[in-house]
């Protein structure tokens, strides 16, 4: 049987320690087969990204050995940041790579997830792809209430009952959310202010939940050690939403509200096609399709 390349994209409950960020990476460095492809750092958020790929059964190991290695390293009981979060991994997801079937990613979710619940003793909820119930897959509806709300709601809450491990947060890692998606985008824009009630009202206006763009999560956060704020968004489809298209959303917004645009980032890597799809809106391009890139047709 032929081995498909798989992605994996943990988000973990640290971004103000880089020892432990290295750890992390050279945990997963570690298993043969894997290439840590990039990592990410957010004092303000508290989080850190690491991206890393290789064969299913080798990402899945060195999922399996990081969530173990952070549950050593990061303790919830002392962790706070900006953005939401019910454990020292907050969420892992299995992407598919090429010619990749999704379903192997579903599965490779499944196996990891019972893996940590039993080995680690850490509750772990199922999401996207492959969770198990239509109430589970957004990822916002399995971090309500953040780890402080599920330390109590996971004991007496039946509707919150993990899918795999004990029916309590582990001691120092809490729970962790793990699925299979299809690539996303993490898409910030920064805005001149310190008022963080513009970016949220920015967010509410444009995210798909209750707002006016398809395929797009967002919130507001404030950044303090920048003296700005920002619209932190997810691009769950970037075919649906462009980069684009969201940066202006959040452009048009702030011109309403009498807040200019500061810079925005891309946080951890970006498909190709999302790019290409940027330079052909924004020149208006005919007929533009990735294939024309040159060092895409080299490297094939």
Known sequence: MAKELV??????????????VEALAEEIAGVPGVRVLDRQMDPDHNRAVITFAGQSEGVGEAAFRA??????????????GEHPRIGATDVIPFVPLGETPMDRCV????????????????????YERAATRPDRR???????????????AILSDPTRAPDFGPRRLHPRAGAVVVGARQPLIAFNVYLKTKDVGAAKAI??????????LPAVKALGFEIPHLGLVQVSMNLTDFHRTSLLTAYRAVA???????????HSEIVGLVPLAAVADVTGQALRLEGFTPDQILERRLGE
């Not at 992605?7 to 432990?20: D, K, M, Q």
């Not at 599965?107 to 199922?126: D, S």
């Open 252 to 262: 048009a917004q702030a011109e309403q509200q009498g807040v200019e645009i500061s």
């Open 203 to 212: 967010a509410r206006a444009i995210r798909t939940r209750g707002g006016s």
């Open 138 to 152: 957004n990822l916002e509806d399995l971090r309500r209430g953040e780890y402080e709300g599920l330390k109590t």
């Open 7 to 20: 992605e994996c994209v943990p988000n973990f409950s640290e971004g103000r320690r880089a020892e432990v």
């Open 67 to 80: 969530v173990g290695r952070a549950s050593q390293l990061i303790d919830m009981e002392h962790h706070r």
């Open 107 to 126: 599965e490779l979710a499944r196996r990891v997830g019972r893996r940590i619940g039993e080995e680690l003793q850490i509750p772990v909820y199922l």
